[in-house]
């Protein structure tokens, strides 16, 4: 399998709104800013409703930004992928401003890739470091409906 590498302006747009259908992250108020084959970049303003009962952003929410990033990454190509494992490290707690989730490629192949994450807060310190790897399957994305 070859994989497709799709660019340009308006293909970033068509993720965007593909991207808008993943309804767990819409619904946390994740925005995704950027997606190229390989890199994506997303962003979460923190609210009330994100922060956990120690008043700091609750892990899931933290989680739930890195996976978009990666999700938006790794399907930049065209094809779809899944993921198939996933894990994070907190390095700091977060309790305000914007978290910001950048998300990028470091190995490659027909089948299988593999991300790395980091998510910084305002100040551009590392809050997270969450690494995924992903599964090719045999189709390309659809952006027709969207």
């Known amino acids: 399998m070859t994989l497709l590498i799709i660019t340009g302006v308006a293909i970033m747009e068509d993720l965007k709104r593909f991207f808008k259908k993943d309804k767990f992250a819409a619904h946390a108020g994740i925005e995704l800013l950027e997606a190229a084959p390989g890199y994506a970049k997303a962003t979460l303003e923190i609210e009330e409703k994100h922060l956990n009962a120690l008043r700091a952003v609750q892990g899931g929410a933290i989680f739930t930004l890195a996976d978009l990033a990666f999700a938006a990454a790794s399907n930049a190509y065209g094809i779809a992928a899944v993921g198939i494992n996933s894990n994070i ?21 027909p089948k299988i890739a593999t991300y790395t994450v ?12 969450f690494q995924g790897m992903v599964y090719r399957k ?7 409906d969207i």
């Open 138 to 144: 045999k189709f390309t994305l659809d952006f027709s």
């Open 89 to 109: 490290s907190f390095v700091k707690a977060a309790t305000k401003g914007t978290l910001t989730a950048e998300a990028k490629e470091t190995s490659i192949n």
């Open 118 to 129: 980091n998510v910084t807060d305002d100040a551009g310190d590392l809050v997270a470091i």
